[in-house]
């Protein structure tokens, strides 16, 4: 069956360290990829999103993911974290070939230690 | 724009009271979505609706009902709340397919069923 995994359901990381959140999916074809937070509080907000094309995706607040296809992992990055980047992190796979489906992992919270 | 709104932000509930939660969007989405959101679990897909006129149940529907008014609002209706209905719900709208569009969320609301 389709699943999405985050490995991680807590990680603390330094203000000012860089920053890699994990998700790996199971899927027979290449999926619709997305990333989402939730800060303290209130609803999600999407960070960026692969459909095709240039692996390497930017989105807002200085984050990037990187699609590879290899390793059915879309793992989020980040350089330097703010303080204000603690908040849930979650990673959802959009199914093509399943009415588009969408299938959301667990989250993992993020964690910054001044 | 407001975006999605829901009302009420907080409720609380004996076993056994029925209450409606409300969803409206002004971003003229197609597609609707009922969450819910429990520690550990991430989201779960209660009910969406792919347009005016049509809802689909999702992962965990028993215990709910839905309605999409029109396009602009889809209210969640709980008939006779339950402890384990104790949650944090989240309405969200998308222009398209679940698993092939940006989704937007509204603020929740926090739900207690004594």
């Known amino acids: 069956a389709q699943s999405v995994t985050q490995p991680d359901i807590h990680i603390t990381v330094s203000e000012g360290a860089s920053l890699e959140l994990r998700c790996n999916y199971s899927?027979?074809?290449?999926?619709?990829l997305f990333w989402y937070v939730q800060s303290p509080g209130q609803g999600l907000q999407l960070l960026l999103k692969?459909?095709?094309?240039d692996t390497l995706v930017q989105g807002i607040k200085g984050f990037e993911a990187e699609f590879k296809r290899s390793q059915s992992s879309f793992n989020l990055r980040k350089p330097s974290v703010h303080w204000s980047d603690a908040a849930e992190y979650f990673c959802?796979?959009?199914?093509?070939?399943?009415?588009?489906?969408?299938?959301w992992g667990a989250g993992t919270k993020l964690i910054i230690k001044p | 724009n407001a975006g999605v709104t829901q009302t009420p932000k907080f409720q609380v509930l004996k076993t056994g009271q029925s209450m409606t939660l409300q969803c409206a969007q002004d971003?003229?989405?197609?597609?609707m979505y009922w969450y819910r959101q429990d520690p550990g679990m991430g989201l779960r897909l209660i009910y969406y609706?792919?347009?005016?006129?049509?809802?689909d149940k999702g992962e965990v529907p028993n215990g709910y009902n839905v309605s999409r008014l029109n396009k602009r609002e889809f209210s969640l209706r709980l008939e006779s709340a339950a402890p384990s209905q104790t949650s944090v719900y989240f309405c969200?709208?998308?222009?398209?397919?679940?698993?092939?569009?940006?989704?937007?969320f509204g603020p929740g609301t926090r739900l207690t069923v004594l």
């Open positions: 692969y459909f095709s094309g």
């Open positions: 971003m003229n989405h197609n597609s």
């Open positions: 969200a709208s998308s222009v398209g397919l679940p698993g092939a569009d940006t989704q937007y």
């Open positions: 959802a796979v959009g199914l093509i070939d399943s009415n588009y489906q969408l299938i």
């Open positions: 609706s792919a347009s005016e006129g049509t809802t």
């Open positions: 899927y027979g074809a290449t999926p619709y």
